[in-house]
């Protein structure tokens, strides 16, 4: 059997490969996404570059609320 501690790092590269993948589909499609509605009206580079840094800023929400950690239920506050 394979010892746990060996597991620990290919786990961390698949988590933040995991991230990386995450963060170029959303803003891929982000990005898709206002070609497309550039498509349908006159303002052609304008919902292009909106979407996209949206979707820039919703891939590091998401990044950052990864790495942030998670406040558990039975801690309180004194």
């Known amino acids: 059997m394979k010892d746990e501690k060996s597991d620990a790092p ?34 052609k580079p304008l919902f292009t570059v909106v979407c996209s840094l949206a979707g820039v800023a919703l891939a590091m929400y998401v990044v950052i609320k990864d790495f942030t950690p998670k406040k558990n239920k039975n801690d309180k506050k004194n």
């Open 10 to 43: 290919l786990r961390g590269y698949a988590h933040y490969s995991g991230l990386a993948v995450q963060m170029a589909v959303i803003i891929a499609l982000s990005t898709v996404g206002g070609l497309k509605l550039d498509g349908l009206t006159d303002l």
